[in-house]
């Protein structure tokens, strides 16, 4: 029943430092999402992969990295953390294209200071 | 491009009223539209969806949303609210036949019931 997972819940952060989130889904998923969620502005999309070794941009790519070596994991990359990148982090997958429902994990809040 | 609106940031209702959120969505044909709730702390939950068909559909928690192609709307509603479903409620809205770049959401309402 895990569905998918979100590694690490909490994180503080220096200025420039790095990090990668983990996300791990369990259902044979081939869509997965990244998502950043800002207080009042909704969920704005990051990265998305439709499979294994492909992925592309969202809405808000800029210094942020993905990548899709297998169809149950998709990382998420910061390289050089800035506090605009504060914010909660959150990993999705559905089982078709972007017309299904997406599965969310429970999230990463990510503190840059 | 597809767009969501939900133009109530905050909503407060008192325990045991009805609710009803709401939701209007651009889009040039028949879009497929969602309701996620988020519970403080947690990932978003789907609700309900709609896809075509009967335009009135039901959700888990009691929920139900009707489609209302004339308005573009999408309503969330509940005829008896209860303390638990205080939350953030997510409209979203996915374009028929694909998009891999998967759903676009409103910025939410956050609903507050007063004991």
């Known amino acids: 029943n895990a569905g998918v997972t979100q590694t690490p819940k909490f994180r503080i952060l220096k200025i420039g430092q790095s990090m990668t989130l983990q996300c791990t889904q369990d259902?044979?998923?081939?869509?997965m999402y990244w998502y950043r969620q800002d207080p009042g502005m909704g969920l704005k999309l990051i990265y998305y992969?439709?499979?294994?070794?492909?992925?592309d941009k969202g809405e808000v790519p800029n210094g942020y990295n993905v990548s899709r070596s297998t169809t149950e994991d998709f990382p998420l990359r910061l390289e050089l953390a800035a506090p605009s990148q504060t914010s909660v982090y959150f990993c999705?997958?559905?089982?078709?294209?972007?017309?299904?429902?997406?599965?969310f994990g429970d999230g990463t809040r990510l503190s840059i200071l | 491009a597809q767009s969501v609106t939900q133009p109530d940031i905050h909503i407060t209702v008192s325990e045991g009223a009805s609710l009803e959120l709401r939701c209007n969505y651009s889009y040039g044909a028949t879009p497929y539209l969602f309701w996620y709730v988020q519970s403080p702390g947690q990932g978003l939950q789907l609700l309900l969806k709609?896809?075509?068909?009967?335009?009135l559909v039901q959700g888990i928690k009691g929920f139900e949303a009707e489609f209302k192609r004339s308005q573009s709307s999408f309503n969330l509603r509940k005829p008896s609210v209860h303390w638990s479903d205080a939350a953030e409620y997510f409209c979203?809205?996915?374009?028929?036949?694909?998009?891999?770049?998967?759903?676009?959401f409103g910025k939410g309402t956050h609903l507050i019931i007063q004991p």
């Open positions: 992969s439709v499979g294994a070794g492909i992925t």
């Open positions: 259902m044979n998923h081939n869509y």
């Open positions: 979203a809205v996915g374009a028929k036949g694909g998009g891999a770049d998967g759903l676009t």
């Open positions: 999705a997958s559905s089982s078709g294209q972007g017309n299904q429902p997406q599965h």
């Open positions: 709609y896809f075509s068909g009967d335009t």
